[in-house]
């Protein structure tokens, strides 16, 4: 039972990596085999559009045919048991790399077909984790939530199943004072790290417990 989660943001040991970690701690912790890959650290770009992954009787038919520094990542993500996939919020979306990792992760599965249906052989879990620096009726107001549901819904369509995880008003920097960022509250982002985010590594864990365990029976 492996699963493997994916970090869309360019840092390692804040928010969104935190979140991972905490949902493949959850994930281990009834049995799974975890691996935590860091976009970052890898040289790939979005899909190339070639059609490769399409082509009747081609030996890349549901396949990336690209081969780059995302050629294993996706390797490993076809064979994982479940998948979850964590980015910030930049702009109301994901970060550019997780953008293009969906991309080159999920296209070659979709068919053309009438009901645009999935050429991934299985069915499995998978997730999103978001932190955000806007609180929930701010991400509510700016249209974020229908925008990153649809996410949702297309991994949905090629995997089986999703779910997602929002960690609202994040803190994101260790000295605010530091930066140009007075229009944020950063007594209330640092009481708010202190006291709900806990709570949001607590609901990641359950979540790597779920995929696990639904992956397991």
């Not at 994916?6 to 905490?22: D, F, H, M, Q, V």
């Not at 970060?95 to 052989?121: A, H």
Request: aromatic share 12%; proline share 3%.
């Amino acid at each position: 039972m492996k699963v493997m989660a994916i970090n869309g943001s360019p840092r390692k040991t804040w928010n969104t990596a935190t979140l991972l970690e905490k949902a493949l701690a959850g994930a281990a912790s009834v049995g799974a085999e975890t691996r935590l890959v860091h976009l970052y650290d890898l040289d790939f770009r979005g899909c190339k559009s070639c059609f490769a992954c399409k082509v009747r009787g081609g030996r890349s038919l549901g396949a990336c045919a690209v081969r780059d520094g995302l050629t294993q990542a996706l390797a490993d993500a076809a064979e994982a048991d479940a998948l979850i996939l964590g980015s910030p919020i930049y702009f109301g979306a994901v970060t550019g790399e997780m953008k293009s990792f969906m991309e080159r992760l999920m296209f070659p599965y979709l068919q053309y077909d009438v009901g645009y249906s999935s050429l991934f052989p299985r069915k499995i879990g998978t997730a999103f984790v978001y932190p955000m620096n806007v609180q929930e009726h701010e991400a509510e107001k700016l249209g974020y939530l229908p925008s990153l549901h649809n996410n949702e819904r297309y991994m949905a369509r090629i995997f089986g199943a999703c779910e997602t995880l929002f960690s609202f008003d994040t803190y994101q920097f260790d000295d605010y004072a530091k930066v140009m960022a007075d229009g944020l509250n950063a007594e209330r982002k640092a009481a708010r790290r202190r006291e709900v985010f806990p709570e949001d590594c607590e609901k990641a864990f359950a979540l790597g417990v779920r995929l696990a365990m639904a992956a397991a029976s």
